[in-house]
């Protein structure tokens, strides 16, 4: 589709942003900030679909990149139904995503559903 | 790439589901699972430490307890049976609930959060993850917490099913030994070398001999100069220095295109019954 060709360099300049971000991310976050900045702007702008794991890995508000490690905090809360609650701990904020069964659907659906 | 929504359902047809492009991660931070001989080992080794330590965590009066006490309110329907469970209670406090021994217990990180929270702080010397985890995110972070911290970390399958009663609990998604352990520094170095080790690019890569570049990172190194054109020459003289002194090990990951074929099944709301002109959000 002439679609898909279109959005196929702006895909591959966007995997290629948070590809750079993860990279540049231990020597300075602020870089890896600018990048994900960027990213969000450019899938906004063409509204370009992300996959859920991208989109959990960077901050709303801030944009930085949340790794696990370095950058977010996770922790698992909720007996019945396990959430995981992220935070940022540059900006503080808390996002919960919900621990479901991944549905059995053909096209990978995400097993999580942010809140 | 807009699907036009019809009012009644059978006149869809299938050119209707036009398939949506998304961006993937290009990143598969998976597990590496430990099988075979590899993994009795682990497991069997594992299991007679703790059993030579004796280490357990004694809440089965409870447990058992509250589930007859539920059972026999279903069954009888009384009123009475609620003073049950406070009774019992007590006398499970007299049988000293909690760990046999705490001090082994600090040693163990038992459980996600602790472990993660061991992990962030930089004490684990080993973790072991089982793969039994529904759904699987719950202990995916772990990988990437692990390698940052340069921690050997392996997924046993069976990891829960073995240890959990033999401690007294009821499930172990994750058990990480701390640095200061005694006990069980024999089980680690012999636990150690068997795992493998764990594929996330960006940590691995740096420690790791220069690789080439790939063909579409050297095409594609052009655009973040052209960026970082826009904010300053400060900023690029900086970056460039940094980027060519420390990314000479970078392998570019190919991008990867979800297609997503929006769900034909989809309960949706019937359109209102004004012109489309009119239609506000």
């Not at chain 1, 993860?22 to 300075?28: C, D, K």
């Not at chain 1, 450019?42 to 989109?55: I, M």
Request: overall charge positive; glycine content about 6%.
């Amino acid at each position: 589709m002439a679609a898909a060709v279109k959005d196929r360099e702006v895909l591959q300049r966007l995997s290629f942003l948070f590809q750079a971000a993860h990279w540049v991310l231990p020597h300075s976050p602020a870089l890896a900030r600018f990048y994900c900045s960027i990213q969000r702007g450019t899938a906004r702008r063409l509204v370009l679909r992300l996959a859920p794991s991208v989109k959990r890995t960077v901050c709303r508000r801030c944009c930085s990149l949340l790794l696990p490690g370095a950058g977010g905090c996770l922790r698992l809360r909720g007996r019945g139904q396990p959430r995981m609650v992220l935070r940022c701990r540059s900006c503080g904020r808390h996002r919960r995503y919900l621990c479901a069964e991944p549905r059995p659907q053909e096209q990978a659906t995400p097993p999580g559903a942010p809140q | 790439m807009s699907v036009i929504q019809q009012g009644t359902a059978p006149l869809r047809k299938a050119k209707k589901a036009t398939v949506k492009t998304c961006l993937d991660n290009p990143f598969v931070l998976e597990w590496k699972t430990i099988d075979g001989e590899d993994m009795h080992f682990i497991l069997q080794t594992l299991e007679e430490r703790i059993k030579h330590t004796g280490l357990k965590k004694i809440e089965t009066p409870r447990v058992k307890k509250r589930s007859l006490t539920k059972k026999q309110m279903e069954r009888k329907c009384n009123a009475g049976t609620s003073e049950l469970p406070k009774e019992e209670n007590a006398e499970g406090h007299r049988q000293k609930m909690g760990w046999t021994d705490t001090s082994i217990r600090r040693q163990l990180a038992i459980g996600v959060n602790e472990v993660t929270k061991a992990l962030e702080k930089d004490e684990l010397l080993l973790l072991l993850v089982c793969k039994s985890a529904k759904p699987a995110m719950i202990t995916s972070h772990l990988i990437q917490l692990s390698a940052s911290r340069a921690t050997p970390a392996g997924q046993v399958p069976r990891l829960s099913e073995t240890i959990a009663p033999l401690l007294g609990l009821t499930s172990i998604l994750a058990l990480g030994f701390k640095k200061q352990s005694d006990k069980f520094t024999e089980a680690i170095a012999a636990i150690i070398p068997k795992i493998p080790a764990l594929e996330v690019p960006w940590f691995q890569y740096r420690t790791e001999e220069s690789v080439d570049f790939a063909h579409e990172g050297s095409s594609e190194n052009e655009e973040p100069e052209q960026l970082a054109e826009v904010l300053g020459d400060e900023f690029v003289s900086l970056k460039r220095k940094r980027m060519e002194s420390n990314l000479s090990n970078v392998i570019l990951q190919p991008m990867k295109i979800k297609k997503l074929v929006p769900n034909p099944n989809k309960i949706k709301k019937p359109p209102r019954k004004k012109k489309k002109a009119f239609q506000h959000n």
